[in-house]
């Protein structure tokens, strides 16, 4: 299953919402699909798993959305710390593969 | 407290072996797959293969079958994964996580350098 994120990159302001999309070429099944955020030389943290559920001390401006083949990432309101690297990955069918990325940068 | 702690990083030349470690702690280790992912410098993730310590069960990416291997130790607690040949399109960086539902935590990476 090959994911396309989009945009490439979003320039934003802080306490602008934003929102990434993830489109799979077919269905990830039943929902396996989980966004992480990755800031330079962090290992990614797991923000949303089963498209829609938060992760452990993930705050609630974070929430995931879709089924199927598309999904979204919303960021209610940007706070500095939230601009860094934004994956998306589908866990329904081996191999478990990544989109390629979305960069979220300060406008 | 769960903790997936890799091994140091690592600078070899083309054409020796290597294999990195993964030790986890504070969870039931045999019964979480642990996957391993790919970082190259400046570029996104990858998703190389992944092992259930409890049988060893082992599923790899197409992509990376045959170029690594992934292994386990339940009796330690540890993952690895091994190179026979490296190659310099090796250099990455490369980390563990375990994954219940994606991957919720994850090791601090081991950054391979394969250089002459």
């Known amino acids: 299953i090959v994911l396309t994120q989009s945009p490439g990159t979003l320039s934003l302001s802080p306490g602008e919402r934003a929102t990434l999309s993830c489109r799979a070429s077919?269905?990830?099944?039943?929902?396996?699909l989980a966004w992480y955020q990755q800031k330079p030389g962090q290992a990614p943290r797991l923000l949303i798993y089963?498209?829609?559920s938060r992760a452990t001390g993930i705050p609630d401006r974070f929430s995931g959305s879709g089924s199927g083949t598309d999904f979204t990432l919303t960021i209610s309101r940007l706070e500095p710390e939230d601009f860094a690297v934004y994956y998306c990955?589908?866990?329904?069918?081996?191999?478990?593969?990544f989109g390629q990325g979305t960069k979220l940068e300060i406008k | 407290e769960v903790q997936l702690v890799q091994s140091g990083a690592e600078v070899k030349k083309p054409g020796e072996s290597l294999k990195i470690s993964c030790k986890g702690s504070?969870?039931?280790?045999?019964?979480?797959?642990i996957g391993w992912v790919r970082q190259m410098p400046g570029k996104g993730l990858e998703w190389m293969g992944i092992?259930?310590?409890?049988?060893?069960?082992?599923r790899y990416n197409p992509s990376f079958q045959g170029q690594v291997t992934i292994s386990a130790d339940k009796s330690i607690t540890t993952a690895y994964l091994q190179w026979s040949s490296l190659k310099a399109s090796d250099t990455a960086m490369y980390y563990c996580?375990?994954?219940?539902?994606?991957?919720?935590?994850w090791g601090q990476g081991t950054l391979v350098t394969v250089s002459s």
């Open positions: 990955q589908q866990y329904g069918s081996s191999p478990h593969t």
């Open positions: 077919q269905s990830a099944g039943s929902s396996y």
């Open positions: 089963g498209a829609s």
């Open positions: 092992i259930y310590p409890g049988d060893s069960e082992t």
């Open positions: 504070g969870y039931s280790f045999s019964s979480y797959w």
């Open positions: 996580a375990r994954r219940p539902n994606g991957f919720d935590y």
